[in-house]
């Protein structure tokens, strides 16, 4: 069953050493592509590091490997991804006449993905293609 | 640019240099006093680099790849620009954007295109601190150098970023660990608080980490402008901020004992439900608090020249993004004229697009319609963007092969020093061409130049 979070795309360290390296990368394709959760939620979701879940809201959808937030890093209910292809799939395109669209804070819905068996290829393009907005 | 020879070229053995205070472009920060090591079309080391200036020059080398690609095609340069300014005649409604990670002095001619062709400039400003820009126009910025933030800043607040893992060297170039000249013990003498969503790795460097709720940072702002104000305010302020009353209170006491303050605020603030409204409340804390003591507020920004290009949009049209040209005069008007929602809405009918990858990072209605209209792409990789350009000219890497100016975060100019010559020509080199190819065109048909 799908359970509302907020989502928190931003950048990382790693990110921006892998994006040097190339957006075709394996390093940055998995650095963009994995999805933290806090702790307490991959326990209370029995997730382990590597299951995919699905995560979507009214703009679209991606399916990506989760992993457990560092610490308390991020506290229960919220997510995050590092910014970039991924997440940008979750991304409207209204900006409420700023030019900003909403970037970070996005009301997402998680759910274990179905029909996917944990740790498989995480991160191809694929998936995200295959699954544009609903 | 000094440059000392630390071995003498032979065939088996390529020349080593030493270029000394290179800058590195990865980051606002822009350091400048980078030592990088260089044999022949390499960059080996990068003594005083972080590890993202690492990664930035390390891995910035020269590709072989085509001058440029027409649909898909190896092409020549001269053939390209010829290409780009067909395209780029023929829209009725273009777009220029990207220009954070290019040099200053092309980011000029960018908008000199811009504006022969009438078509609208943006930034990669506009979805990261243009919500800022919008916040400048209505409520002032009350700002000071990174020059005066390390002699003089005793207490500094870093509000929605997270410069350990983004800006690397600020916490000990500028904001916490130098030795000034009003604050000689460095981080001894300065205060640091984090505010941020999560407790990030930044966290360990702040002596006070407030973790506001998610989508609150308007409600924190005001609530402390309401202590700055000595009002008093309802303990519930801590549900609706995630804050207790009590810490509010006690940072706003040291923010006032402060001598110099400073909030130094990221994409945490601007990308976030409220936006410009949150860099508004940021800057008017910063403001009251001047009846105090002196506060300041800087945004903290990403790109290397994305600073440049607030600078170079502004002194060229008189605004700093998401500027309109198609009138025969500027008009500013975020939302309406900025690339997010030009291509969201399917308006734009032509893109030109330098040193920026859209296709890689906006909105899936914006991609969608940039994948459908003739693009023009300046890039030094084969960016996602550059893959489905109809004119995707390859360019050398400013900083690296092409010197020039860009803007530090704190709008100073800093001069670049590149370490090695590409055979590629410069993105001003590009947008050159491309431009007086432009205006041959427009001066033998002037009904062309609409």
């Known amino acids: 069953m799908a359970e509302p979070f907020i989502l928190i795309p931003g950048r990382t360290s790693r990110q921006g050493t892998t994006l040097n390296e190339g957006k075709s990368t394996e390093g940055y394709l998995e650095e963009i592509s994995s999805l933290q959760v806090a702790p307490e939620d991959m326990q209370r979701l029995e997730l382990e590091e590597g299951d995919l879940v699905r995560v979507y809201n009214d703009v679209g959808s991606i399916t990506v490997p989760c992993k457990a937030a560092r610490g308390d890093e991020l506290p229960p209910g919220i997510l995050f991804i590092s910014y970039g292809d991924k997440s940008s799939h979750l991304m409207g395109g209204d900006t409420q006449g700023c030019g900003m669209p909403d970037s970070k804070g996005l009301d997402v819905f998680l759910e274990v993905a179905s029909g996917v068996v944990a740790g498989q290829s995480p991160g191809s393009r694929e998936i995200a293609e295959d699954e544009r907005a609903e | ?450």
Not at chain 2, 244 to 255: H, S, Y
Not at chain 2, 363 to 389: E, M
Request: hydrophobic share 40%.
């Open chain 2, 1 to 450: 640019m000094s440059t000392s020879e630390a071995s003498s070229a032979t065939e088996a053995s390529p020349e080593v240099r030493v270029i000394k205070d290179a800058t590195c472009t990865f980051c606002g920060c822009v350091c400048d006093d980078m030592d990088l090591t260089v044999v022949g079309n390499r960059i080996t080391k990068a003594k005083n680099a972080c590890v993202l200036g690492n990664s930035w020059f390390l891995n910035h080398h020269i590709e072989d790849r085509p001058e440029a690609l027409i649909d898909g095609e190896p092409a020549g340069y001269e053939q390209a620009m010829d290409r780009a300014a067909d395209i780029l005649l023929a829209a009725r409604f273009p777009l220029t954007y990207g220009l954070s990670d290019t040099t200053s002095e092309a980011q000029r001619v960018a908008v000199a295109i811009t504006d022969w062709i009438g078509g609208i400039v943006d930034t990669t400003t506009s979805v990261c601190h243009g919500p800022s820009g919008i916040a400048f126009q209505g409520v002032g910025e009350v700002t000071c150098s990174l020059g005066e933030v390390k002699n003089r800043a005793d207490y500094v607040i870093f509000w929605g970023g997270n410069p350990a893992e983004s800006h690397p060297r600020h916490f000990t170039k500028f904001s916490l660990m130098p030795k000034g000249e009003f604050v000689p013990n460095g981080r001894k003498d300065r205060t640091a608080v984090l505010i941020d969503v999560r407790k990030t790795k930044s966290a360990k460097a702040a002596d006070i980490f407030l973790q506001v709720k998610p989508r609150r940072d308007f409600e924190l702002a005001w609530a402390l402008r309401a202590l700055a104000k000595g009002l008093e305010l309802d303990a519930s302020i801590e549900e609706t901020t995630g804050i207790p009353l009590e810490t509010l209170q006690q940072v706003m006491d040291g923010m006032k004992r402060a001598k110099f303050g400073v909030i130094l605020f990221g994409m945490g603030v601007t990308m976030t439900r409220g936006k410009h409204l949150n860099s508004e409340a940021i800057l008017a804390l910063a403001r009251d608090m001047n009846q105090h003591t002196r506060w300041n507020a800087k945004p903290m920004r990403g790109h290397g020249n994305v600073t440049g290009a607030d600078n170079v949009v502004s002194w060229s049209t008189g605004f700093p993004f998401g500027v309109h040209l198609g009138s025969g005069f500027p008009r500013f008007n975020p939302g309406e004229f900025t690339a997010a929602d030009v291509l969201a809405r399917g308006e734009a009918d032509a893109a030109l697009i330098i040193a920026s990858d859209p296709m890689s990072n906006f909105s899936q209605p914006a991609r969608d319609h940039l994948a459908t209209i003739p693009i023009v792409v300046l890039d030094p990789k084969l960016s996602d963007t550059a893959r489905i350009a109809e004119v995707a000219f390859t360019v050398s890497t400013y900083g690296i092969n092409t010197g020039g100016t860009v803007y530090r975060m704190d709008d100073v100019p800093i001069p670049l020093r590149p370490a090695f010559e590409s055979p590629y020509k410069s993105d001003l080199e590009v947008l050159r061409g491309i431009e007086s190819r432009i205006r041959q065109r427009q001066l033998a048909d002037p009904a062309s130049d609409a």
